[in-house]
Structures are given as C-alpha cells and as structure tokens.
C-alpha cells in the first residue's frame, strides 16, 4: 500500500488571534520557514481584506512583507487573490505547474482576504 503524498498546497491563517502588523510579519516569516522544511510549494495566506472594505493593514503589509521576500528570493512569486484567476497571467502559470490549484475555493473568486504564495 502506497502512503499518501502529503498535499503541496499548505493553508496558514494569519489573521487568527487578530495580530498587529509586526506579529503578523513575524508569523508570516515563521509560516515560509515551516512550509519549506515540510517541502510545500504553495502556501495560501488568509489575512483578511479589512473591515471597512478599503483593505485591512495585514493585507497591505503581508503583501509588502512578500514582494521583499520575492526580492530575497525567500519565495518565488505570489498571487493576490484577488488576481488569482482563468485571466491572470502568473496564475495560469501556477496552474500549469500545481494544477490542483484550480480545486481551491478560492479560485475566480476574486477573494482580497487571501494571497497564494509559491515558495
């Protein structure tokens, strides 16, 4: 009997606990670091998008947070989720390569709570 692969998409819930934005940071940098030592390729981050409907500080400063570690090159890309969608281009890529990505719940949903990050 074949053991199960171990999914390659892992979900991290920054928002749980209501963080400030430099716990938020701290968790989002624990939260790379694990993915990676478990060999995950994607990690989906739900922050939230902000209360008031104009976006919530924990997006804007996760998605600071993940264009830096892109310039690292601690991570590979991300996605918005916004953007993460059929008419995206870096989507479509990421689905080419993690296809299972297109079972997400979040697929063309245009949800700004989320970000996909590939590692």
């Known amino acids: 009997m074949s ?11 920054i928002k ?9 940071r ?6 790379i670091a694990s993915a990676k030592s478990e060999g995950r390729r994607v990690m989906k981050l739900v922050h939230g998008y902000g209360s008031s ?9 996760i998605r600071s ?27 479509l890529e990421a689905l080419h390569e993690y296809p299972e990505l297109r079972d997400d719940s979040d697929f063309n ?5 989320i970000t996909m990050v590939l590692l």
């Open 3 to 13: 053991v199960p692969s171990r999914p390659r998409v892992k979900v991290v819930s």
């Open 16 to 24: 749980s606990g209501m963080p400030t934005v430099d716990e938020a």
């Open 26 to 31: 701290s968790l989002l940098a624990d939260a």
């Open 53 to 61: 409907g104009k976006g919530g500080a924990l997006k804007s400063a």
């Open 65 to 91: 947070s993940l264009r830096k570690r892109r310039k690292e090159g601690k991570i590979r890309s991300f996605i918005a989720g916004e953007e993460f969608e059929t008419f995206s281009a870096e989507t």
């Open 109 to 113: 949903q245009s949800n700004e709570g």
